[in-house]
């Protein structure tokens, strides 16, 4: 019974439910997916049982949907927004400086021991910890510390100013 009363109430109001929605929001997508929603919901609560109050219900839960979509889309936007980075602008003595110490780095590492560079790049470039250092290259950890230790000393040293 309370089935072909559903379907009797999805016939008549699902056009006009769409429509609404379509003109409040203009994407016709979009209008439907929660006009559909709103008759689940209309569903699922049983809500359909008093025939004059339907129409208002149903207007109200399509209603009340479209702009939950809204907020929670802006709410979206807003977090995409923050996590954007500031373009940073460098002077051209603040451009010169970084290169410089790039150029000084890259020269530092190649004079890196091999075992050293290895733990060294292994940890800042893969970020793996030095237990998964050790395992990956036979080692114990407390050598992965003491090559770790080392490069980082030799680093510092050259590229202090």
Same mark, same amino acid.
């Given at each position: 019974?309370?089935?072909? &009363? ?10 006009? &439910? ?9 994407? /016709? ?8 929603? %709103? ?16 129409? %208002? ?29 500031? %373009?940073? +602008?460098? +002077?051209? /003595? ?5 290169? /410089? ?37 036979? &080692? ?10 080392? %490069? ?10």
């Amino acid at each position: 019974m309370s089935e072909s &009363i559903f379907k009797i109430v999805f016939n008549t109001w699902f056009d006009a &439910i769409r429509s609404y929605l379509l003109y409040r929001c203009g994407d /016709e997508e979009l209008a439907t997916d929660i006009t559909q929603e %709103a008759f689940l919901k209309l569903w699922t609560k049983r809500l359909y049982q008093n025939p004059e109050s339907i129409p %208002a219900i149903i207007y109200k839960i399509a209603s009340d949907l479209l702009v939950s979509h809204f907020r929670k889309q802006n709410s979206e936007n807003k977090y995409r927004l923050s996590l954007q980075p500031e %373009a940073v +602008t460098l +002077t051209p /003595e603040e451009e010169l400086n970084y290169h /410089e110490l790039n150029r000084k780095y890259e020269i530092a590492l190649s004079k890196l021991p091999e075992n050293q560079r290895t733990v060294f790049l292994m940890s800042r470039m893969e970020s793996l910890k030095y237990q998964e250092i050790a395992a990956r290259l036979g &080692i114990s950890v407390k050598a992965v510390e003491k090559r770790m230790s080392s %490069a980082l000393s030799t680093l510092r040293n050259v590229l202090q100013p």
